[in-house]
T-cell receptor, first 116, second 112 residues
């Protein structure tokens, strides 16, 4: 099984629908992240969580919300999806802490979302 | 705004040749990392270089870091068709809370 599992892998939905993308990890990492990838723009950080009680906005959080249900689970919601949220979404984890390599990311395989 | 900017945007070479990708960034960093992404899949960490290091090797990969020029390069030697992928640099900048900021990536195509 993958260290970081995202579901669903592909989803097509309509404008205005609520969508949840789920992420679970077996790495035992404290830190979890949601990124969005658009062609030519690299990855942009949506939300991140450094532990279960810690949720922080990234650079593009508008229109998104998250829930950290447990150390191993971090879900991303689009309350009312719009077409410009069509993108490839990645969940990632990192160990955290002060040692070198603490913020090396382990990525899931991605969730491709299409909003019509 | 993106911290890292890769150059070139795309690179096409023959198998066996070396591939060099460059990354420039704007502010002081703790470390810089390189990741690879095969088409439509998750990114995979390749190598991390700390701000006090100038060069690092891992197999066929060689990474350099010049903090005075705020730039890094990734060299892949003796490239293989399996190296075809997108390559991203990511910076851990001071004052950014230990989070990574990714550049737009370089698309590498290795022709066999």
């Amino acid at each position: 099984d993958a260290d970081v599992t995202q579901t669903p892998r592909n989803r097509i939905t309509k404008t205005g629908k609520r969508i949840m993308l789920e992420c679970s990890q077996t790495k035992g990492h404290d830190r979890m992240y949601w990124y969005r990838q658009d062609p030519g723009l690299g990855l942009r950080l949506i939300y991140y969580s450094f532990d279960v009680k810690d949720i922080n906005k990234g650079e593009i959080s508008d229109g998104y919300s998250v829930s950290r249900q447990a150390q191993a689970k971090f879900s991303l919601s689009l309350e009312s999806a719009i077409p410009n949220q069509t993108a490839l979404y990645f969940c990632a984890t990192s160990r955290g802490g002060g040692l070198a390599g603490a913020n090396v990311l382990t990525f899931g395989a991605g969730s491709r979302l299409t909003v019509l | 705004s993106q911290q890292g900017e890769e150059d070139p945007q795309a690179l096409s070479i023959q198998e066996g040749e070396n591939a060099t990708m460059n990354c420039s960034y704007k502010t002081s960093i703790n470390n810089l990392q390189w990741y690879r992404q095969n088409s439509g899949r998750g990114l995979v960490h390749l190598i991390l270089i700390r701000s006090n290091e100038r060069e690092k090797h891992s197999g066929r990969l060689r990474v350099t870091l010049d903090t005075s020029k705020k730039s890094s390069s990734l060299l892949i030697t003796a490239s293989r068709a399996a190296d075809t992928a997108s390559y991203f640099c990511a910076t851990d900048a001071f004052g950014y809370g230990n989070k990574l900021v990714f550049g737009a990536g370089t698309i590498l195509r290795v022709k066999s």
